[in-house]
């Protein structure tokens, strides 16, 4: 059983940065692990994930060039750096791992077994 708990979150204006950070209870058997975000009113989605073994990354187009994803597998840490937020960026940020692997679909969430409680974004114009 993997337990995540993320940290990071809160409020900044728009043009501001915000690191989160998710820590795994363990990930020898986690083999991706991501990143998603829920707006109120809309679907949770994907914004960045990551291949644990090789480190390859994807991004969501709207937050290419301003995020990014990375592990620290040493600390069992996953984490997003995410620079020039804008309004729309706000959402609950939660960190998910699979088990079992995402083949070819990063971002969809039934291919990530163990989530965690989520962490608040605010991005104020």
């Known amino acids: 059983q993997v337990q995540l708990v993320e940290s990071g979150g809160g409020s900044v204006q728009a043009g501001g940065s915000l690191r989160l950070v998710c820590a795994a209870s363990e990930t020898h058997s986690i083999n991706y692990m991501g990143w998603f975000r829920q707006a109120p009113g809309k679907e949770r989605e994907g914004v960045a994930s990551?291949?644990?073994?090789?480190?390859?990354?994807h991004y969501t187009d709207s937050v290419k060039g301003r995020f990014t994803i990375s592990q620290d597998n040493a600390e069992n840490t996953l984490y997003l750096q995410m620079n020039s937020l804008k309004p729309e960026d706000t959402a609950m940020y939660y960190c998910?791992?699979?088990?079992?692997?995402?083949?070819?679909?990063?971002?969809?969430?039934?291919?990530?077994?163990?989530w965690g409680q989520g962490t608040q974004v605010t991005v104020s114009s």
């Open positions: 990551i291949y644990a073994g090789s480190g390859v990354t």
């Open positions: 998910a791992a699979s088990t079992n692997g995402v083949g070819w679909y990063p971002f969809v969430r039934s291919k990530y077994n163990y």
